[in-house]
């Protein structure tokens, strides 16, 4: 299996994106990048100097409902009939039907004030724009195999960053394709989502990554080719690393609520990231529930709803 990256420009923060090509039969692009011209010629150009056009793509594997990975699946697409494939649980936002109502209604849940809702909703829109809308894929699951002539990928099912987040492993060498689940020197967003099985819920992302983290350290992985950056050659001491920020985090953030009295996760996550602005600002938000969520799992704190804001309470 010959695998080559295509480091794919973007219009973001986070910079690059790497997109995967497997020279195997069929000839299968692991993400592609975001709707966007420098990106659109980033990747024609990085497929033209490996001898190949869009028209030859057969199969694109999304691994996870991210603009900056799925964006330009349409534009391949209409010129080479290719399959997408994605996990079922990110299928719907890449699809035209996706339906946002769901995270007003998180947001809401989280305290965010209405016009800032109405401001996150309108970037969210803007944000959109960096994606053409599927019109049909192919769902996979966990141990689904991905099929080539001569060889396969495993799908691993990595939730976290998003709920549909995959991994895919070559389970002869244990190569493993994480994209934005493990980085070399990013730490990846859980980012505020409904939870795939009840969009009236949210998903509690922190946990579901931890857990992720684990069952790819099961795996012992001896290359972790991530969405951007360099390859990770040493999991086990990621993995450590991301366990001890991820402590630390829980510590400061409870080290900033208050002994007495109930908290909401937008006043919290205004102290925990108090430069936050724009688009960083709802990271900064998803982050701080995905940590209160965490320490509620963890007994830590309790989570009181209503018809108003949830709001957290130190145990006694």
């Known amino acids: 299996m ?49 001898g190949y056009k869009f028209s030859d793509i ?33 299928a719907p936002a890449v699809l035209e039907n996706h339906d946002e109502f769901a995270y007003r209604d998180l947001l809401a849940a989280a305290g965010v004030p ?10 969210y829109e803007k944000f959109k724009g960096f994606a053409h809308p599927l019109q ?15 060889e396969s990928l495993s799908v691993v099912h990595t939730p976290g960053h998003t709920p549909g987040s995959i991994c895919l492993v070559r389970t ?20 505020l989502s409904p939870d795939p099985i009840n969009s009236k819920r949210r998903f509690q992302s922190l946990g579901e990554y931890l857990v992720s983290l684990a069952r790819i350290r099961s795996l012992a992985p001896t290359v972790l080719k991530g969405g951007h950056g360099e390859d990770v050659t040493d ?16 510590s400061k953030l409870l080290g900033l609520l208050p002994r ?35 320490a509620v799992a963890e007994g830590k704190l309790v989570v009181e709803r209503s018809d108003g804001p949830d709001v957290y309470r130190r145990l006694p």
């Open 2 to 50: 010959k695998v080559h990256r295509i480091s794919v420009p973007t219009p973001f923060y986070v910079g690059p994106v790497n997109v995967y090509l497997i020279e195997e039969n069929p000839l299968t692009l692991i993400d592609v990048g975001p709707r966007d011209d420098n990106s659109l010629e980033g990747l024609r150009s990085g497929l033209r100097s490996l």
């Open 172 to 191: 002869s060498n244990r190569l493993v394709f994480a994209s934005d689940t493990v980085l070399k020197t990013i730490t990846p967003n859980p980012v």
């Open 58 to 90: 057969k199969r694109i594997v999304i691994s996870h409902a991210h603009a900056d990975h799925y964006g330009l699946a349409r534009v391949v697409v209409e010129e080479s009939a290719a399959t997408v494939l994605i996990h079922e649980w990110d």
């Open 114 to 123: 209405q016009k800032t809702i109405d401001r996150m909703l309108a970037g």
């Open 235 to 250: 999991f086990d001491e990621h993995f450590h690393r991301m366990y001890r920020f991820t402590k630390a985090r829980q």
């Open 136 to 150: 049909s894929v192919e769902t996979l699951k966990d141990n689904d195999e991905i099929l080539f002539d001569h």
């Open 260 to 294: 007495q009295g109930a908290v909401n996760a937008w006043d919290t996550s205004k102290q925990l990231f108090p430069d936050a602005a724009g688009y960083h600002r709802f990271l900064a938000l998803s982050e701080t529930v995905a940590h209160l969520d965490y």
